[in-house]
């Protein structure tokens, strides 16, 4: 399968933890983007890179969030002292540089207790 | 921030019926997409637009980018039970460096 992977795909967590989310995306795409979806909504922007490059940041994205993508290929989203709040659904895509075709993830979901 | 429109919130049809829906932006887009999602999954691509006027097919699926470049319809022929899920459609507005602004998505209901 060459499609956009995440890892994991459920994450029950205790308020107040930190988690971790991993994404690799299509093999030859160096834009990787991350999007929150929460019930009833389409996916909201959080950020994206340009192979490392965290080219821009949502006002989503609150300093307990934290995203990288260090050697270009697969990034990582990690969210500490979560709260019930960030229970969602977190989706990652890809594309070519340039191109404005993204393609999604299975997404991970997350539920903050 | 800016949001797409889409309405009505849930569709029910027949099998075998054809169905539209459509997008609407108060601002100018560059790109729309069609993704459809299934429950627990992420969105998946069915159709991409980039050019004004732009009508394209996948099968059953046919898409259009409105000349104004401030909507989007996406109709669906011969409807059968697998198409049943949630579509959403997507834009790249002018000047928005890549990131996608998405419709809250039509619920799509098809009876057998």
């Known amino acids: 399968d060459t499609g956009v992977s995440q890892d994991p795909r459920h994450k029950i967590t205790k308020r107040g933890q930190n988690v971790t989310f991993r994404c690799d995306p299509i093999s030859e795409h160096n834009r990787l983007y991350w999007y929150r979806q929460t019930l009833g909504q389409g996916p909201e922007f959080l950020t994206y ?21 260090p050697k270009g290929s697969f990034s990582t989203l990690e969210i500490q002292r979560t709260e019930q709040g960030d229970s969602a659904m977190y989706l ?21 207790l | 921030g800016q949001q797409l ?20 932006s108060s601002s100018i887009f560059n790109t729309w997409l069609w993704y459809k999602q299934d429950p627990g999954e992420g969105p998946v691509l069915l159709i991409a637009l980039y050019k004004a006027g732009e009508l394209t097919s996948n099968g059953r699926l046919t898409a259009q ?48």
């Open chain 1, 49 to 69: 890179f340009q192979n490392e490059a965290q080219l821009e940041k949502s006002r989503l994205l609150s300093d307990r969030f934290s995203a990288e993508r």
């Open chain 2, 65 to 112: 980018f409105g000349i104004t470049r401030k909507d989007s319809f996406l109709n669906i022929s011969a409807s059968i039970p697998s198409d049943v899920g949630i579509y959403f459609c997507a834009g790249q507005e002018a000047g928005a460096n890549s990131k996608l602004t998405f419709g809250k998505g039509i619920t799509l209901s098809v009876r057998p």
């Open chain 2, 5 to 24: 429109n889409q309405s009505p919130q849930s569709m029910f049809i027949q099998e075998g019926e054809d169905v539209s829906m459509n997008c609407t």
């Open chain 1, 92 to 112: 990652c895509a890809s594309s070519l540089a340039g191109g404005d075709t993204q393609y999604f993830g299975p997404g991970t979901r997350l539920t903050v």
